[in-house]
């Protein structure tokens, strides 16, 4: 392993959630690497929304809480441009070992990723506020 590699890990941190001999690859992956990296990107996820829903014109920031919950959804589903971006944030912080078993099942890694994601942000969705109301 090399030292870009041990630096990662040791700044991601433990695996979240359990990890079984039954576990499946992909659910072994999703617990020892897609969950670490979206906690510690965390911070970095929501001022990447807050700074899309700038740029549509605020208009998240006018909707009821549901609609909030379907608009995160929908813009994470529908802007490829905006979740390639956020995919990048995270494929960043991979191993080479974890880059190679993430391409080999990309598609499906892929869709776990998004829907983690897609679930923290509903879950902060409070945090969501225009930056001139975080600041105060």
């Known amino acids: 392993m090399n030292e870009r590699d041990t630096g990662i890990l040791a700044l991601r941190g433990e695996a979240i959630g359990d ?3 039954q576990s499946g690859p992909e659910e072994k992956f999703q617990n020892k690497t897609l969950r670490p990296v979206l906690k ?7 001022e ?3 700074n899309y829903a700038n740029k549509q014109k605020n208009q998240f ?9 379907h608009y995160i959804e929908n813009t994470i589903h529908k802007d490829i441009k905006f979740r390639n ?6 494929i960043a912080l991979f191993t080479v070992e974890e880059f190679r078993e993430y391409t080999s099942n990309s598609s499906n890694l892929n869709k776990r990723m998004m ?4 679930e923290r942000l509903k879950d902060q969705v409070q ?8 600041e105060l």
């Open 19 to 21: 990890i079984h001999q």
């Open 40 to 46: 510690l990107q965390n911070d970095l996820f929501i």
């Open 48 to 50: 990447a929304f807050l």
């Open 61 to 69: 920031y006018t909707l009821s809480t549901e609609k909030k919950l």
């Open 85 to 90: 971006a956020l995919k990048g944030m995270v």
């Open 115 to 118: 829907n983690l994601l897609i």
């Open 127 to 134: 945090l969501l506020l225009p930056v001139e109301q975080t």
